[in-house]
């Protein structure tokens, strides 16, 4: 499959769209203390990136120069998107009192509500112009509630087992056309569960994936005091299931790749030896989801999501064995993109030297060989 070599999209409100020749290999985001890179989103327009490090929204410009910072968050920020429409960065946002809210609440030294609650975070990009910027005290973000990901979090499924579906949140988000629509339809926001791992169950073996329409968004978007979650927030317009087999918390990032016509799912391994486990799925966007029995679920019926072909290699499921994504992928729409390499820098001497986080960002390309599909742009 060829590849051009130009942007093919040009974001709503920006500028004409850049030559990839021009855009750079390598982007470095910083090294950051609020835990390690989640996601990332990419503003082609204004030539901006923008990186989630837990409970830090970090802001650069293309060559790696910060622009600001968002801090004040004491729930887990996870995979980020950047909404052209709006000019705004949206995002899974958790407050939960488990195993990753025990390590947020060690890390920040604040204590979080008594409530579990999960919301897509909203942020004013424009706003964020300087390092130091409070999430709350500069009203820089507001927060969306998601009721559909309490219930399954705090319900039992079918088997009696705590965690509906094993949800454990949320984690991937990303804007693209609904699954069976024309591709030039509207873009919605796209929410995929977190999913605990555990190899005893067998109703984790499928990914969540709720459809918004984000432009409702406006009447429910409040900002949020930590301390005390609002409740104001839609039901989901549908809810999707893909089968996977078992990952690792679910999906980590999500993202529509206007190219492929297709969403590219970022996961950590998934470790029951009878699945194949890859680091990444390929959903097939453009066929409709049939509703049938959802595998491991005692007999649920769902919409189901299918597989891309390019997932098979001889009729033998493949996956895509392209190892980064997890904690940040961009699609440009036209066989590039950019995939977050995290890692960990130290910074300082001695007693005081501390391990940080990084992100390095680097541009790659589809090639369509399997079992990658994918590789580093070098020339």
């Known amino acids: 499959m060829a590849t051009e070599n130009r942007c093919a999209c040009?974001?709503?409100g920006g500028a004409d769209p850049f030559e990839?020749?021009?855009?750079?290999?390598?982007?470095?985001?910083?090294a950051w203390d609020g835990g390690h890179v989640q996601g990332i989103a990419l503003d082609t327009a204004h030539r901006y990136v923008y990186y989630s490090f837990t409970t830090v929204l970090v802001k650069t410009d293309i060559s790696g120069r910060l622009i600001g910072t968002v801090s004040g968050l004491t729930g887990h920020l996870g995979c980020i998107s950047f909404n052209d429409e709006d000019g705004k960065v949206y995002g899974s946002i958790e407050y939960k009192h488990d195993a990753i809210g025990q390590g947020i609440m060690a890390r920040t030294g604040k204590k979080l509500a008594d409530e579990d609650a999960f919301y897509i975070a909203i942020f004013d990009a424009d706003r964020i112009d300087r390092p130091g910027l409070d999430a709350e005290r500069d009203g820089i973000m507001k927060a969306v509630y998601l009721p559909d990901v309490c219930d399954d979090f705090s319900s039992e499924g079918l088997d009696g087992?705590?965690?509906?579906?094993?949800?454990?949140?949320?984690?991937?988000?990303?804007?693209g056309p609904d699954f069976g629509a024309p591709q030039d339809s509207p873009r919605m926001l796209h929410v995929a569960y977190g999913i605990y791992g555990d190899n005893g169950r067998t109703d984790n073996d499928c990914q969540v994936i709720l459809r918004f329409d984000q432009r409702k968004f406006a009447e429910y978007a409040k900002p949020l005091?930590?301390?005390?979650?609002h409740h104001s927030g839609p039901r989901c317009d549908r809810k999707y299931f893909f089968h996977t087999g078992n990952t690792n918390w679910g999906v980590q990032n999500l993202e529509y790749d206007a190219f492929l016509d297709a969403w590219l799912v970022a996961v950590y391994r998934g470790k029951k030896p009878q699945f194949k486990n890859p680091p990444m799925f390929i959903i097939g966007r453009a066929s409709a989801p049939a509703e049938r029995e959802i595998p491991?679920?005692?007999g649920e019926r769902g919409l189901m999501l299918p597989m891309s072909d390019l997932c098979y290699d001889g009729g033998e499921f493949t996956g895509c064995e392209f190892p980064e994504g997890s904690t940040g992928m961009y699609s440009f729409g036209n066989g590039y993109y950019c995939f977050s390499y995290p890692g960990r820098k130290t910074v300082g001497e001695g007693g005081e030297a501390k391990r940080l986080f990084t992100s390095t960002v680097k541009l790659c390309r589809f090639t369509g060989k399997k079992p990658l599909l994918f590789e580093e742009v070098s020339d």
């Open 296 to 298: 491991g679920l005692c």
């Open 10 to 12: 040009s974001p709503a």
């Open 161 to 175: 087992r705590p965690h509906r579906y094993a949800c454990s949140g949320i984690d991937g988000t990303g804007f």
């Open 20 to 30: 990839m020749k021009d855009f750079p290999r390598v982007i470095e985001g910083g």
């Open 225 to 229: 005091t930590q301390a005390e979650p």
